[in-house]
Nanobody, 119 residues
Framework: VQLQASGGGLAQSGGSLRLSCEAS????????MGWYRQAPENERELVAT???????NYGDSVKGRFTISRDNAKNTVYLQMNSLKPEDTAAYYC??????????????WGQGTLVTVSS
């Protein structure tokens, strides 16, 4: 299973960006999909997750500003980021809990996409 993330880049404070992450390969089903981020010299932290039923969970620092969604037909998870702040600057990683057709279940991480917010 491969993950392809896109949508990162440079935004001004108060601006918006939308990240996408598409899973491909021998996928039977995907349970939880999520986004995490890691700023330089910081630990990786939860941004948001969404389960197969559409229930979302957010990190405290992004509640009310970011929205996670998914398209199950496309095996894709999105992260709409509004009201961006300089402290949102980080590498953003997508993450999926996937079951393959051979019934192997594991968590796959994407390669990371950089988000930079200028003040």
């Amino acid at each position: 299973v491969q993950l392809q993330a896109s949508g990162g880049g440079l935004a001004q404070s108060g601006g918006s960006l939308r990240l996408s992450c598409e899973a491909s390969g021998r996928i039977k089903s995907i349970n939880v999909m999520g986004w995490y981020r890691q700023a330089p010299e910081n630990e990786r932290e939860l941004v948001a997750t969404i389960n197969s039923g559409g229930t979302a969970n957010y990190g405290d620092s992004v509640k009310g500003r970011f929205t996670i969604s998914r398209d199950n037909a496309k095996n894709t998870v999105y992260l709409q980021m509004n009201s961006l702040k300089p402290e949102d600057t980080a590498a953003y990683y997508c993450n999926v809990d996937v079951v393959r057709w051979d019934r192997i279940r594991y968590v796959q991480w994407g390669q990371g996409t950089l988000v930079t917010v200028s003040s």
